[in-house]
């Protein structure tokens, strides 16, 4: 799936307006989400 989020905070550093695609990165966003 994709997903696009406004911020994520990957290693510690801020990225704004990132598109994630894929089941790794549905997980990132999953883990960043809470």
Known sequence: S???IDEA???GE???LMI???PE???LVSA???
Do not use: H
């Open 14 to 16: 801020s990225k704004p």
């Open 20 to 22: 994630y695609d894929g």
């Open 32 to 34: 960043a989400a809470e």
């Open 25 to 27: 990165m549905d997980e």
């Open 9 to 11: 905070v990957i290693n």
């Open 2 to 4: 994709k997903v696009v």
